[in-house]
T-cell receptor, first 111, second 112 residues
């Protein structure tokens, strides 16, 4: 089974901090994704990547950036954390026509 | 922006009954369809995928796809309390990349 690992389950950060969320997958998938999930709003795509050093904006990229230096690792960066970025962050990877495999999620609280 | 609509529920069914979850989508060229189950506080897990019109069965789960009417449904037979979760519908469009579009989910409660 594909394993997608997110480095932190819970994080508490202060407003204005730079925050790094790490995601690693172990099945050589080209495609990786970052979503945030909020009650009533569902899953919203922040950024995705088809290959190393490649990135594409999703529906809500403002305030975020990403890095993919190695195929297995896709990092989400909050340049200057704000309280409206308090959310559950989900990383996913996939190949071809198969569904996503999600990581366990990081619940980020910005205070 | 593709629209994927689900009734948010909550949907309550007694144990042993059939639970029926529905999803409609706005894009006529959507290609692949997926159902995810998400327990409270956990990440979504894939339970079914369907690509062609008709029914696809996997154990107690049956996915139904009707592309002409632009809906996909999930039936859960012999519902168990452990099926209580939020069910997310996801749609992948033809061509442009590998992005999925998700509905906001239907909350299901199976009453013992």
């Amino acid at each position: 089974d594909v394993k997608v690992t997110q480095s932190s389950r819970y994080l508490v950060k202060r407003t204005g901090e730079k925050v790094f969320l790490e995601c690693v997958q172990d099945m050589d998938h080209e495609n990786m994704f970052w979503y945030r999930q909020d009650p009533g709003l569902g899953l919203r795509l922040i950024y995705f990547s088809y290959d190393v050093k490649m990135k594409e904006k999703g529906d809500i990229p403002e305030g975020y950036s990403v890095s993919r230096e190695k195929k297995e690792r896709f990092s989400l960066i909050l340049e200057s954390a704000s309280t409206n970025q308090t959310s559950m962050y989900l990383c996913a990877s996939r190949v071809s026509n198969y569904g996503y495999t999600f990581g366990s999620g990081t619940r980020l609280t910005v205070v | 922006q593709k629209e994927v609509e689900q009734n948010s529920g909550p949907l309550s069914v007694p144990e042993g009954a059939i639970a029926s979850l529905n999803c409609t989508y706005s894009d006529r060229v959507s290609q692949s369809f997926f159902w995810y189950r998400q327990y409270s506080g956990k990440s979504p897990e894939l339970i079914m995928s369907i690509y062609s019109n008709g029914d696809k069965e996997d154990g107690r789960f049956t996915a139904q796809l009707n592309k002409a009417s632009q809906y996909v449904s999930l039936l859960i037979r012999d519902s168990q309390p452990s099926d209580s979760a939020t069910y997310l519908c996801a749609v992948k469009e033809v061509g442009t990349g590998n992005q999925f579009y998700f509905g906001t989910g239907t909350s299901l409660t199976v009453i013992p």
